[in-house]
């Protein structure tokens, strides 16, 4: 019992002397309270899907009725700001190749005679390739603007069409900030807990203190512990202000249930501090920690579905993204945020972070034994 309580007591001084070395270093404060808060204002601003203001050219061969309604919806659209006119297609392709236009419309001949005989009428759209997302997403503000189109002429001419009704689940209004928001969650905290964990060794090797850590009568596990305490606690306050200021300032609904999104966060933060340590256990300096915390750092990002999915990535990429906590805890964070994603969903994406966490962290403990064996 005395041994145990003497443990206990030991952990708990290993602790609070590791925190207080991070909250102590002042820049390391600037960082921690600061960077989270101007982060998530720039993420909230600048990560739109949402394409606004562009200029549109349109190229039209006659002056027809559907032509005019056409011309009329584009220019009526929220999401271009100018529609200019051009002659011929060449002229629009010159405007295009030196960025005038984000891209155009050729209208065809006759489009009325074609509508009033029943047959299709086409336009042509032609985008800069050069930014392809921007044209992706314009192009489908286009054809949605010609179905629109196309329905009403066609009821015109030939009464009331079949009604579609599209709904978009989860988020009915398809906006953008509810599918980047809680991804800042798992992005922005991982990162931090990394950079705060990568120095944990590194810092005391280099300024020579590392040496009273290993005459410390500490098991590997406690100064482990110690070491884990700082970067998962930053990743918990990091994660604790992203989940009130998320629905507070940008709106975005959190309907799942709270305890399960901090399980899953207490698992994706305990695994990262454990990569951190271990890294920082492997290098010599701050320098070299500092590198390989970046060496992981873009592949934990780009391989967890925030830039892109991870369906859309190579059979043997997927794989490796299965390994990646990342990729499990963003979805759980976003289907807690936006579907209420039920208990037994959320879990079946924990099982492969408890591995890796489990592996990790035996990882960091054997590493943190050997440096202490060798005497730092």
Same mark, same amino acid.
């Given at each position: 019992?005395?041994?145990?309580?003497?443990?206990? /007591?030991? =952990?708990?001084?290993?602790?609070?002397?590791?925190?207080?070395?991070?909250?102590?270093?002042?820049?390391?404060?600037? /960082?921690?309270?600061?960077?989270?808060?101007?982060?998530? +204002? @720039?993420?909230?601003?600048?990560?739109?899907?949402?394409?606004?203001?562009?200029?549109? !050219?349109?190229?039209?061969?006659?002056?027809?009725?559907?032509?005019?309604?056409?011309? *009329?919806?584009?220019?009526?659209?929220?999401?271009?700001?100018?529609?200019?006119?051009?002659?011929?297609?060449?002229?629009?392709?010159? *405007?295009?190749?030196?960025?005038?236009?984000?891209?155009?419309? +050729?209208?065809?001949?006759?489009?009325?005679?074609?509508?009033?005989?029943?047959?299709?009428?086409?336009?042509?759209?032609?985008?800069?390739?050069?930014?392809?997302?921007? #044209?992706?997403?314009?192009?489908?503000?286009?054809?949605?603007?010609?179905?629109?189109?196309?329905?009403? +002429?066609?009821?015109? %001419?030939?009464?009331?069409?079949?009604?579609?009704?599209?709904?978009?689940?989860?988020?009915?209004?398809?906006?953008?900030?509810?599918?980047?928001?809680?991804? +800042?969650?798992?992005?922005?905290?991982?990162?931090?807990?990394?950079?705060?964990?990568?120095?944990?060794?590194?810092?005391?090797?280099?300024?020579?203190?590392?040496?009273? &850590?290993?005459?410390?009568?500490?098991?590997?596990?406690?100064?482990?512990?110690?070491?884990?305490?700082?970067?998962?606690?930053?990743? &918990? !306050?990091?994660?604790?202000?992203?989940?009130?200021?998320?629905?507070?300032?940008?709106?975005?609904?959190?309907?799942?249930?709270?305890? =399960?999104?901090?399980?899953?966060?207490?698992?994706?933060?305990?695994? @990262?501090?454990?990569?951190?340590?271990?890294?920082?256990?492997? #290098?010599?300096?701050?320098?070299?920690?500092?590198? !390989? &915390?970046?060496?992981?750092?873009?592949?934990?990002?780009?391989?967890?579905?925030?830039? %892109?999915?991870?369906?859309?990535?190579?059979?043997?990429?997927?794989?490796?993204?299965?390994?990646?906590?990342?990729?499990?805890?963003?979805?759980?964070?976003?289907?807690?945020?936006?579907?209420? &994603?039920?208990?037994?969903?959320?879990? %079946?994406?924990?099982?492969?972070?408890?591995?890796?966490?489990?592996?990790?962290? #035996?990882?960091? =403990?054997?590493?943190?034994?050997?440096?202490?064996?060798?005497?730092?």
């Amino acid at each position: 019992m005395m041994s145990a309580r003497l443990a206990l /007591t030991r =952990l708990f001084a290993v602790m609070a002397k590791e925190l207080r070395v991070v909250l102590r270093d002042k820049k390391a404060r600037t /960082t921690l309270i600061i960077s989270p808060v101007v982060q998530l +204002l @720039l993420f909230g601003l600048a990560t739109t899907l949402e394409v606004r203001g562009v200029d549109i !050219g349109i190229v039209a061969r006659d002056n027809g009725a559907a032509t005019q309604a056409v011309v *009329a919806a584009i220019d009526a659209s929220p999401w271009f700001d100018e529609v200019k006119r051009y002659p011929d297609a060449d002229a629009l392709r010159d *405007a295009i190749d030196i960025q005038r236009v984000m891209g155009g419309v +050729l209208i065809g001949e006759g489009i009325d005679d074609r509508l009033a005989r029943g047959a299709g009428a086409e336009m042509l759209v032609l985008l800069d390739g050069r930014r392809a997302n921007a #044209a992706q997403i314009v192009a489908g503000y286009l054809d949605e603007i010609a179905r629109q189109q196309g329905v009403q +002429l066609d009821r015109a %001419a030939r009464g009331p069409p079949v009604a579609v009704t599209t709904t978009h689940w989860f988020n009915p209004n398809l906006i953008y900030l509810w599918f980047t928001m809680p991804s +800042l969650i798992v992005v922005i905290g991982g990162v931090l807990v990394l950079s705060v964990s990568c120095q944990s060794v590194a810092r005391e090797r280099e300024f020579g203190t590392i040496e009273q &850590m290993v005459v410390l009568p500490l098991a590997p596990w406690q100064v482990l512990i110690g070491k884990l305490t700082p970067a998962f606690l930053v990743g &918990m !306050g990091i994660a604790t202000f992203f989940v009130v200021t998320i629905p507070l300032v940008y709106g975005v609904p959190l309907r799942g249930s709270v305890p =399960l999104l901090y399980a899953a966060l207490t698992l994706y933060f305990l695994a @990262l501090s454990a990569l951190g340590v271990a890294i920082s256990l492997v #290098a010599r300096n701050q320098q070299q920690a500092f590198l !390989g &915390m970046f060496l992981v750092t873009i592949p934990i990002i780009l391989l967890s579905g925030y830039a %892109a999915p991870v369906d859309n990535m190579p059979g043997w990429l997927q794989s490796v993204a299965w390994a990646n906590p990342a990729s499990h805890i963003l979805t759980v964070v976003e289907g807690l945020f936006l579907k209420a &994603m039920p208990a037994s969903a959320v879990t %079946a994406e924990l099982g492969p972070v408890m591995l890796v966490t489990a592996l990790l962290c #035996a990882a960091a =403990l054997a590493l943190t034994a050997r440096r202490l064996h060798e005497g730092g």
